[in-house]
């Protein structure tokens, strides 16, 4: 598909034939967490993914490889989960790919050295709502509890301007992210587990800025779902709101077990 056509709703006419297509068993499942397994609330320590959504997320996991994908860290995300995914890459990527533990050693040398800098660059940043956390590989500045936002991403904007060494700067809702400048991001992320797994096709859900760099790839062997059809994104297809997840996974489910159940029969025809 090329890049930047509107979105089709996934479970439109056009989209259930998509999906039932492009899944088989060489698939790998991967979600982002935030806005997509679990809806976004005003607190992000009190995310709860939908009881329903766990169930099928369990299942999946048990019959076929599914990665997630977050921003937050991963010791964090694994608290949300509360099951262990085959794949959990957290920091927008940077944190959990298989042979990469030297290279986020590094990652944690890099946020120090910002952090320092930060205390200095903004010292009362909570007196104007913005809310410094330290994910030991990336850093978030979030804004979203700011009297004035636009104020606040405005300054954050031009302080990461004056980090040294220079980051890469990650926007997302009412958060700037900062990441080292060659830690993988999602997209290449997911490219790496794909490789590591031997799963020669992916479909990837989320529903933020920081996804953008799944539904950008080049990649036909990438299916992009994003969670909201309104706003402009690279993604191939959409779904309405985070409530459709559940019902993404039960088509994902009984596809899956359905090209499972084909194969097995072809082998004894
Ligand atoms: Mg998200």
Not at 84 to 98: D, I, Q, S, T, V
Not at 155 to 179: D, S, T
Request: charged share 30%; with cysteine.
């Amino acid at each position: 598909m090329t890049k930047g056509n509107p979105m089709i709703y996934l479970f439109s006419d056009a989209g259930r034939p998509a999906l039932r297509n492009f899944l088989d068993d060489s698939t790998l499942f991967a979600f982002d967490l935030d806005g997509t397994l679990a809806p976004i609330v005003a607190d992000p320590a009190r995310i709860v993914i939908p009881k329903e959504i766990w169930e099928q997320l369990i299942y999946l996991n048990r019959i076929a490889p599914v990665a997630i994908i977050t921003g937050r860290a991963r010791a964090d995300a694994q608290k949300h989960l509360g099951f262990k995914p085959r794949f959990l890459l957290g920091n927008h990527g940077a944190e959990g790919l298989p042979g990469r533990e030297k290279q986020e050693e590094e990652f944690c040398r890099y946020c120090r050295e910002w952090l320092d800098q930060l205390e200095e660059l903004i010292p009362r940043a909570s007196e104007s709502g913005i809310v410094v956390e330290d994910k030991g590989k990336t850093i978030s500045l979030h804004y979203r509890c700011a009297s004035d936002r636009d104020a606040a991403v405005e300054r954050i904007i031009e302080v990461i301007g004056k980090l040294n060494p220079v980051p890469r700067r990650v926007p997302g809702k009412y958060v700037e992210n900062i990441v080292p400048n060659d830690a993988p991001h999602k997209g290449e992320a997911l490219l790496q587990i794909m490789g590591h797994t031997g799963c020669s096709k992916a479909l990837f859900v989320g529903d933020d800025a920081t996804d953008e760099d799944v539904f950008g790839l080049e990649d036909d062997h990438v299916l992009g779902v994003r969670v909201g059809c309104e706003t402009s994104s690279l993604a191939d297809y959409c779904l309405a709101d985070q409530k459709e997840i559940a019902g993404l996974l039960s088509s994902i489910i009984c596809l899956y077990d359905r090209s499972l159940q084909d194969k097995t029969e072809s082998l004894f025809l």
